[in-house]
């Protein structure tokens, strides 16, 4: 499949017949404040269901202890299943110190951090 970069995206090429739909870049966050971002952190079963449920309290823990915008979600794997667990009523400030910390709990490799970007 063919992809095209265009205004900093990366777009699929259009079906025939359709229509080109010009796209808008996203809207800077206001002066002074950052752009919110979506923490996503992956979790492996390790076999004891009260270790696993206590490694994500943990987690959560950490998350809750630094209040702010940014959102957050964990992706937990047990056997061939995947869950999201995504915790609209909580939020986050994903600063250095807190990364630094979950990277302790979790391993760096299992943490991804995106922006959100509305249009």
């Not at 229509?19 to 870049?25: G, I, R, T």
């Not at 823990?61 to 209040?67: E, K, N, R, V």
């Not at 400030?93 to 979790?106: F, Q, Y």
């Amino acid at each position: 499949m063919a992809f095209c970069l265009a205004l900093g995206a990366v777009v699929s090429p259009a079906p025939k017949g359709a229509a080109a739909v010009p796209l808008m870049p996203p809207r800077p966050a206001p002066r002074g404040e950052r752009a919110s971002r979506m923490l996503t952190i992956y979790l492996r079963s390790k076999g004891d269901k009260a270790r696993d449920i206590l490694a994500i309290r943990r987690v959560h823990g950490a998350l809750i202890s630094y209040p702010g915008v940014d959102r957050f979600a964990f992706y937990v794997f047990e056997g061939r299943n995947g869950y999201l667990l995504d915790f609209p009523n909580d939020s986050t400030d994903l600063n250095e110190g807190l990364i630094a910390r979950l990277e302790e709990m979790v391993g760096a490799n299992n943490l991804r951090i995106e922006p959100i970007l509305l249009h």
